[in-house]
């Protein structure tokens, strides 16, 4: 896993000019305000002028001020509280219309995974899947949606696909019991990281099953974990997260597994076609 950029300040600061130091200064100890901050404001908050923030932000190793702010979001979403989430979010929003700004948010979050996906590691991930003995899926709390909606839909594509409920840690192992070497788990969390899907990829590990991870980047502790990462941008709404791109990412990879399923799909949807419609399962419009 990288090492967040307040680690970076603090491992740089010894080669830091007067100006710089009190930038640091300012972002070590207000790092939850600072992070959602435009250069000139956190400039004003420090006691400089903004073009030595953006000198500070190259200083670390970045392109630009938007860099360094971005990777400070990315640290600070796993480490704020419900209350602070919601705090830092009224300052975001201001008046704007509620609405408008989520959608944008979403639009943006998409945009920005597609500018950072990784087309090999995406199939390697396929790959890996389609030749699992068995498959896992595992998502806690908000993630749990992604890990069911995924689930499924490889029920339809598979015959080897299980999703590990959200349950107490206990539970988890014993759904984990036959996990095995030549078995996939496929774990999804995103900031507020889960405790109990961090476990069950230890576990996972242990038993030489393969792991891939789904989660938001490289600062992610699911990384280290994993065998194969897939990553989508999310970004804090008060006490939510965005999970649009994940969700993006998700129906990307059913649909690029469904082009390699085993099964033989179209005669497994003409059954469930005349199941659905003897049994009244879908409403006739």
């Known amino acids: ?23 640091a200064e300012y972002i070590l100890s207000n790092y939850d305000k600072a992070a959602f901050m435009t250069a000139i404001r956190l400039a004003h908050f420090a006691g400089v002028s903004e073009s030595t ?5 190259v200083e670390l190793g970045y392109e630009g001020y938007p860099q360094m702010r971005r990777a400070l979001s990315d640290m ?13 979010s009224r300052d975001k929003m201001g008046s704007s219309d509620i609405l408008s700004h989520v ?17 090999e590691e995406f199939s390697r991930a396929v790959e890996a899947i389609v030749q699992a003995k068995n498959i896992y899926t595992v998502g806690m709390r908000s993630s749990s949606f992604l890990a069911n909606f995924m689930g499924f839909y490889f029920n339809l594509i598979f015959n080897n696909s299980r999703v590990i409920s959200d349950c107490p840690d206990n539970e988890v192992f ?11 788990l496929i774990a999804i969390s995103f900031p507020r990281y889960s405790r109990r899907t961090i476990k069950a990829m230890q576990y996972a590990r242990d038993v030489g099953a393969t792991i891939v991870a789904i989660t938001d980047g490289r600062l992610s502790p699911l990384i280290d974990l994993s065998d194969i990462s897939l990553c989508a941008r999310s970004d804090m709404i008060s006490f939510l997260d965005t999970l649009v791109a994940p969700l993006s ?14 099964i033989d799909l179209y ?16 409403e006739q419009i």
């Open 76 to 88: 600070i979403r796993g480490k704020l509280t419900s209350i602070q989430r919601i705090n830092v």
């Open 249 to 262: 990412l998700v129906n990307a990879l059913i649909v690029a597994l469904s082009e390699k399923s085993p």
């Open 1 to 23: 896993m990288e090492k967040d950029i307040l680690s970076v300040i603090e491992a740089t600061s010894g080669s830091f000019s007067k100006s710089q130091k009190k930038i």
């Open 267 to 282: 005669a497994r949807f003409e059954r469930l076609e005349e199941i659905w419609d003897e049994y009244g399962v879908y």
């Open 53 to 57: 923030v953006v000198r500070f932000a």
């Open 103 to 119: 959608l944008s948010t979403d639009i943006e979050q998409i945009r920005q995974t597609m500018e950072e996906s990784d087309s």
């Open 174 to 184: 014993e759904q984990l019991l036959m996990l095995s070497e030549g078995d996939v």
